[in-house]
């Protein structure tokens, strides 16, 4: 299995980023976004069931919608109204069925926020 995380990048506040994740070598029940900021513990972003329903980090609600592509096995996290305290490394995770926990994640992509 391999996530390949991509879009992330340097944006200004108050603007707006699509980060996409492609998993290969399986279908996966639920899709999830991470993020850890230097210095910082790895934070829950967001996470989508296979069929379609999601939750969110309390920090990213009403800000960031994920989404997913069932037949592409991909992943997206639209990120709207971006803050500096969005820029972290934005990991990728994907939990099989019959699955309690995360089975695979990706190599991380990096948002930066200036102000």
């Known amino acids: 299995v391999q996530l390949q995380a991509s879009g992330g990048g340097l944006v200004q506040a108050g603007g707006s980023l699509r980060l996409s994740c492609a998993a290969s070598g399986s279908t996966f029940r639920n899709y999830a976004w991470f993020r850890q900021a230097p210095g910082k513990e790895r934070e829950f972003v967001a996470d989508?069931?296979?069929?379609?329903?999601?939750t969110y980090g309390d920090s990213v609600k009403g800000r960031f919608t994920i989404s997913r592509d069932n037949a592409k096995n991909t992943v997206y996290l639209q990120m709207i109204s971006l803050k500096p305290e969005d820029t972290a490394v934005y990991y990728c995770?994907?939990?099989?069925?019959?699955?309690?926990?995360?089975?695979?994640w990706g190599q991380g992509t990096l948002v930066t926020v200036s102000s």
């Open positions: 995770a994907v939990r099989r069925f019959y699955s309690s926990e995360y089975n695979y």
């Open positions: 989508i069931n296979w069929s379609g329903g999601t």
